[in-house]
């Protein structure tokens, strides 16, 4: 275990130094062929529970030492060690003699500084928990701005949105209907022992997430896995046979799906990024499923389009992914109150320029996975003040949401934000 706490402790650091978790963790697995299912899965663990809590534990560990140690490695190791105690179920004894150990391995000489602030953690476990409560930045992990944000926009129900986002994200599956019925699957998962709650027509959430292996009939396409707030997309659309329908930016390819399942439609799935195409092809062939993947830029459609305008678009554009932080921590850390701004200026011109490819009485839906107004309806009130040919149609969700179109975290469904948009004949 002290090989990976190391691992981890090296893996928060590059990500509170600006670098992605999830592209970090990748390289340091790949670096360690020898690792097990065990050790990855422990790896990944500390490395996301560390950065999930990172201001608080920062905080705790700011109480416990008398001055920054030289070796830089060292508070991360330790708050590292601290996230195994104040939030795994392994002992503390175990936890604190590999800390030790993996202390000893480094530059310093530093493993009796680890033991006496670990000790020191311990017995004073309830009144740090009191102190970092005091303060919201600790209370809840997230930035300053970050909780300021949440409070103007929506008040008292900030506290629940904000704990969302430190959950561990549920687990859910899509049901593709043209494979089976829901109720057939349904059967398949309780012949397998596997959990679920049923949440729409065709999302069931499992009560324990796991391995896709161990999913019935996943690899023949019977099911795939897409956050129920995601599947809300296609159903919002309203896609029927013989429509011409483009995705953009739809990588990995989770909705496109989708849309291919509820119909027998002509799809353009586009996305800027061509490597994370081989994702959207790899799920279509999965699923059995046909559609046009091209590589292009949705704020430039000269460079791709064909000049068929299409009946539907899907766009789901790059945003903050603040509705989705449970599931990528490190941006919690990484985003600035300027990519917020700069997110909205590029959605905005994606939405510009996607919309002369819809056709006359077409719908286009944006969507994205943030909580921000600035990403939201702010920028669709934008566009419409200078589009006249466009309107915003009410749309039903299929869970409770407030502000209308936006879908906030919760037990059941990440955070995501939809407009349907429709031109005029």
């Given at each position: 275990m002290n090989v990976i706490q190391t691992e981890a402790a090296g893996i928060v650091k590059r990500v509170v130094d600006g670098s992605n978790l999830d592209r970090v963790l990748a390289e340091r697995i790949a670096a360690n062929p020898g690792f097990s299912p065990q050790q990855k899965g422990a790896l990944q663990d500390l490395s996301y529970g560390t950065i999930r809590y990172y201001a608080r534990l920062e905080f705790m560990l700011g109480k416990l030492l008398e001055r920054p140690p030289r070796d830089k490695l060292l508070p991360y190791l330790l708050m590292v060690t601290m996230y195994q105690l104040e939030y795994s179920k392994a002992g503390s004894h175990v936890v604190v003699d590999q800390a030790v150990r993996a202390a000893k391995k480094l530059k310093?000489?530093?493993?009796?500084?680890?033991?006496?602030?670990?000790?020191?953690?311990?017995?004073?476990?309830?009144?740090?928990?009191?102190?970092?409560?005091?303060?919201?930045s600790s209370r809840f992990a997230y930035q300053d701005w970050w909780i300021r944000e949440m409070e103007q926009q929506y008040g008292e129900r900030s506290t629940s949105i904000l704990d969302a986002g430190n959950m561990h994200p549920p687990m859910t599956l899509r049901v593709n209907r043209r494979c089976t019925t829901t109720e057939d699957y349904m059967s398949l998962l309780e012949k397998a022992d596997i959990g679920f709650q049923r949440l729409t027509a065709e999302a069931l959430l499992l009560t324990q997430p796991m391995s896709v292996e161990r999913l019935p009939k996943f690899f023949e396409g019977w099911a795939s896995v897409q956050d129920a707030g995601a599947q809300c997309a296609a159903s919002i659309l309203e896609i029927e046979d013989g429509m011409r329908v483009l995705d953009v930016c739809s990588a990995p390819g989770g909705k496109a799906m989708h849309m291919l399942e509820k119909a027998n439609v002509e799809l353009?799935?586009?996305?800027?990024?061509?490597?994370?195409?081989?994702?959207?092809?790899?799920?279509?062939?999965?699923?059995?499923?046909?559609?046009?993947?091209?590589?292009?830029?949705?704020?430039?459609?000269?460079?791709?389009?064909d000049g068929k305008p299409f009946q539907r678009i899907l766009a789901d554009v790059p945003c903050s992914a603040s509705g989705v932080v449970r599931r990528h921590p490190d941006i919690k850390w990484l985003r600035r109150p300027a990519d917020i701004v700069e997110f909205s200026e590029q959605q905005l011109r994606i939405l510009q320029a996607v919309w002369p490819l819809l056709a006359s009485d077409g719908k286009l839906l944006y969507a994205t996975c943030s909580i921000f107004k600035q990403e939201n309806q702010d920028v669709v009130d934008r566009f419409l003040a200078t589009q006249r040919d466009a309107s915003q149609a009410v749309i039903n969700l299929p869970f409770a949401n407030d502000p209308p179109g936006q879908l906030l975290p919760c037990n059941q469904h990440d955070g995501f934000f939809y407009a349907l948009l429709r031109k005029a004949d």
């Open positions: 310093s000489p530093v493993s009796g500084v680890v033991n006496g602030v670990l000790r020191n953690f311990l017995r004073q476990q309830e009144s740090l928990r009191m102190a970092a409560n005091a303060r919201k353009v799935a586009m996305d800027k990024d061509e490597q994370r195409l081989d994702r959207v092809r790899q799920n279509l062939h999965r699923g059995k499923l046909n559609a046009e993947v091209i590589c292009g830029d949705a704020s430039q459609p000269d460079t791709w389009w």
